[in-house]
């Protein structure tokens, strides 16, 4: 495949109006039109599954925090979710995920919704009811108070339901990935090709070291390059350590049930938490 020259610009509505935010919305736009099918659709099934188990997502209703291309959304209504509500604070992703749903899950429209809103707007999230998994994966450390936007997906969890979070794990880089980020979105458009090309190569050699295995070979359905432009461009950024996450969720009243490491240090530690209080 062509690699993507550039995934940020002016339209989608970057959070909060900050200048210096990522355009989710239309690096969704372009991994959609350009590599998203049945197959990748599948293989976040599978990966969704794998999880949290099929057997929670059947007959759940199921929100998806920061649901970009909607493709996991899709996913949860494969398993049979009785009702899957995904919402983005950038209207480009909304409507980029009704698209998807359209194209790749028909059958599934009647049980899936996607609607624009924010997971920092307590008067948004307060509205929309409880759901047995609420599912935020790599989404919520990307809106610039990450800790108020978990304590408020944490709220759409019903008693005894399943919060799934992926957030970035800290790393003594980590401060220098911020300025790196920041940079990325001051650099003209037109520049944007020359670190996607260099980090992109980077991040595939040292991948490979770290893991011994193709970067090109991704998980969860996504795409190598389309991950790439998200991790140069994805401001704002947050981070935090397993730990601290397990014991600050404990205080929200969630029992960790699983910790998943990331593949590289950088990279998300997945959690699986259960809503005991």
Known sequence: MTKPVDAAGPEGAPAGGNALAF?????????????????????ATDS????????????????????????????????GA??????????????????????????????????????LDAGFTGGLGRFDLVYAWGSLHHTGAMWTAIANAAALVAPGGTL??????????SPLWTGIKVAYNLC????????????????????????????????RGMDF??????????????YAGAAEVTERMAAMGFATERVLPPRVP???????LRRTG
């Open 23 to 43: 355009d989710f919305g239309e690096n969704w736009d372009h991994f959609s039109r350009d590599v998203l099918d049945a197959t990748r659709l599948q293989a």
């Open 48 to 79: 969704l599954a794998a999880l949290v188990g099929a057997e929670r997502v059947a007959g759940a209703a199921v929100c998806d925090v920061g649901s970009g291309s909607g493709l996991f959304s899709l996913a949860a209504a494969k398993l």
């Open 82 to 119: 009785a009702r899957v509500l995904g919402f983005d604070v950038n209207p480009r992703a909304v409507a980029v995920a009704r698209r998807n749903l359209a194209a790749l899950a028909p059958e599934t429209e009647a049980r899936v919704s996607f609607t624009e809103g924010s997971a």
């Open 164 to 173: 799934v979070l992926a957030l970035y794990n800290r790393h003594w880089t």
């Open 188 to 219: 003209p458009r037109v520049l944007r090709p020359v670190p996607n090309v260099l980090f992109g190569g980077l991040i595939y050699a040292a991948t490979r070291i770290v893991t011994g295995k193709s970067p090109l070979d991704k998980e």
């Open 225 to 238: 390059w389309y991950d790439v432009i998200d991790w140069l461009g994805g401001y704002p950024y947050e």
């Open 266 to 272: 950088t990279g998300c530690n997945e959690f699986v």
